[in-house]
T-cell receptor
C-alpha cells in the first residue's frame, strides 16, 4: 500500500525567501507525481506533473524534482511572495492516486 | 477549455438525511474520481471510474455511499443516510488514464456539513 508523507506540515517564511517542500513515498512503481496548490475553501490546482521517467519539471518560480529510487520529491519555490500562501499537496499516481496531507505555507510580507 | 464542474458547492443536512452531488468532467476524460477531503487532511479516494465502469471502490463505505456514472460522462455521488463524520469536502476529478501521462484536474468541490 502506497504511503505519502509531507514534511513539514506547516511552514512560515518571510517574503523573498527560497524554500523547499518535501514529499516522500513508499512504493516507487508509479506513473507520475503531481504537485497541487489548494487555497482555503477551494479545489486543487495542478502546479507541476512529473512523469516517472523524468527527473524534474519547471514552471516559472517553481521547480519540482523526482527521485524514485529514494522515494522522494521536492517542490522548490524561488523568491516567495505572499500570494504563494496556500496548502501544497503531492499526489502519487499509480494504479490510483495517493495524496499526502499537505504543507501549509505562509509567506509573510 | 471548461474545467470539472461540481454542484452544489455547499450543502447542510441533518444526520440520517440523504444528499447527492453531481460532477461533469472535462470533455474527453475517460477517468473520473470522487475524493473525500476532511479538514486538515489530503484527499482520500472513494471511487474511480474508467468510462462507466468502476476501477476501484475499495474505500467507498458501500452501506451508505453509492456512485454512478451513466453513459461514461456525468457522475453522481449519493450518501444515505448521512452521519456526522461524513462532514467533508467531496472533490471530483478527471483525467486521461495515468498510463497515458494522465494529469488530474479537480473541480471546486462540494462542502457537506452534517448536523
Amino acid at each position: 500500500k502506497q504511503e505519502v508523507t509531507q514534511i513539514p506540515a506547516a511552514l512560515s517564511v518571510p517574503e523573498g525567501e527560497n524554500l523547499v517542500l518535501n514529499c516522500s513515498f513508499t512504493d516507487s512503481a508509479i506513473y507520475n507525481l503531481q504537485w497541487f496548490r489548494q487555497d482555503p475553501g477551494k479545489g486543487l490546482t495542478s502546479l507541476l506533473l512529473i512523469q516517472s521517467s523524468q527527473r524534474e519539471q519547471t514552471s516559472g518560480r517553481l521547480n519540482a524534482s523526482l527521485d524514485k529510487s529514494s522515494g522522494r520529491s521536492t517542490l522548490y519555490i524561488a523568491a516567495s511572495q505572499p500570494g504563494d500562501s496556500a496548502t501544497y499537496l503531492c499526489a502519487i499516481n499509480a494504479g490510483k492516486s495517493t495524496f499526502g496531507d499537505g504543507t501549509t505555507l505562509t509567506v509573510k510580507p | 477549455e471548461a474545467g470539472v464542474a461540481q454542484s452544489p458547492r455547499y450543502k447542510i443536512i441533518e444526520k440520517r438525511q440523504s444528499v447527492a452531488f453531481w460532477c461533469n468532467p472535462i470533455s474527453g476524460h475517460a477517468t473520473l474520481y470522487w475524493y473525500q477531503q476532511i479538514l486538515g487532511q489530503g484527499p482520500k479516494l472513494l471511487i474511480q471510474f474508467q468510462n462507466n465502469g468502476v476501477v476501484d471502490d475499495s474505500q467507498l463505505p458501500k452501506d451508505r455511499f453509492s456512485a454512478e456514472r451513466l453513459k461514461g460522462v456525468d457522475s453522481t455521488l449519493k450518501i444515505q443516510p448521512a452521519k456526522l463524520e461524513d462532514s467533508a469536502v467531496y472533490l471530483c476529478a478527471s483525467s486521461f488514464p495515468f498510463q497515458l501521462t494522465g494529469e488530474l484536474f479537480f473541480g471546486e468541490g462540494s462542502r457537506l456539513t452534517v448536523l
